[in-house]
């Protein structure tokens, strides 16, 4: 069935570091691909999607890219920020469907 | 454009309660979902509506949950009779149309079963 597996987390990183979140996803055809951010006492907010292999998402500084070789599409982002604090969810869309990951929280210190 | 509303925010009830979840979704959206997201899960689809008629309730554990979208704008979800196992955050998305358009996810309900 189709399936989204991301890192674990937390993820604890400084002001301005690098940040990669891994997300790998089996599914069969061609699902789109999404990058949801979920702030503390929020509701999810789509971050960025791609619809097709090789395609590039992004949004605030953060990109992804639709690897179907690899089965990837994971987050990166050049200099992060406290404001960047959140759980970060990967998603695929199949038929309509929606399947999350479980979700990274991640942390960023001043 | 207003959001997803959802009510209430928190809900804290015990075991064998009834408890129920409204939400509004954004104007014009045809599509409405409902999600169950466990403490250190991500969401998982429980039911979803096109306009007022039920997609996939597939998820839906109809022994206890039930969910409708009468006039095809706003919905309830309630749960009947709630176990502890129900204690997760419900979600509430809409979306313009079914298939690859964006899902506008509301700021959800906390419920608390002790």
């Known amino acids: 069935g189709n399936s989204v597996t991301q890192m674990e987390g937390p993820v604890t990183l400084s002001e301005e570091a690098f940040l990669t979140i891994n997300c790998t996803y089996t599914?069969?055809?061609?699902?789109?691909l999404f990058w949801y951010v979920q702030y503390p006492g929020e509701g999810l907010q789509l971050l960025l999607k791609?619809?097709?292999?090789?395609d590039k998402g992004s949004n605030k500084g953060f990109e992804a890219t639709y690897r179907k070789e690899t089965t990837s599409f994971h987050l990166e982002k050049g200099s992060v920020q406290v404001s960047d604090s959140a759980v970060y969810f990967c998603?695929?869309?199949?038929?309509?469907?929606?399947?999350f990951g479980k979700g990274t929280r991640l942390h960023i210190l001043p | 454009e207003a959001g997803v509303a959802q009510s209430p925010r928190y809900k804290i009830i015990e075991k064998r309660q009834s408890v129920a979840f409204w939400c509004n979704p954004i104007?014009?959206?045809?599509?409405l979902y409902w999600y169950q997201q466990i403490l250190g899960q991500g969401p998982k689809l429980l039911i979803q509506?096109?306009?007022?008629?039920?997609?996939?309730d597939s998820q839906l554990p109809k022994d206890r949950f039930s969910a409708e979208r009468l006039k095809g704008v706003d919905s309830t979800l309630k749960i009947q009779p709630a176990k502890l196992e129900d204690s997760a955050v419900y979600l509430c998305?809409?979306?313009?149309?079914?298939?690859?358009?964006?899902?506008?996810f509301g700021p959800g309900t906390r419920l608390t079963v002790t």
């Open positions: 599914a069969t055809g061609y699902p789109s």
């Open positions: 998305a809409s979306s313009s149309l079914a298939g690859r358009a964006e899902q506008y």
């Open positions: 998603a695929l869309n199949r038929d309509d469907k929606i399947i």
């Open positions: 104007s014009g959206h045809a599509t």
């Open positions: 791609a619809t097709k292999a090789d």
């Open positions: 509506f096109q306009n007022n008629g039920v997609v996939d």
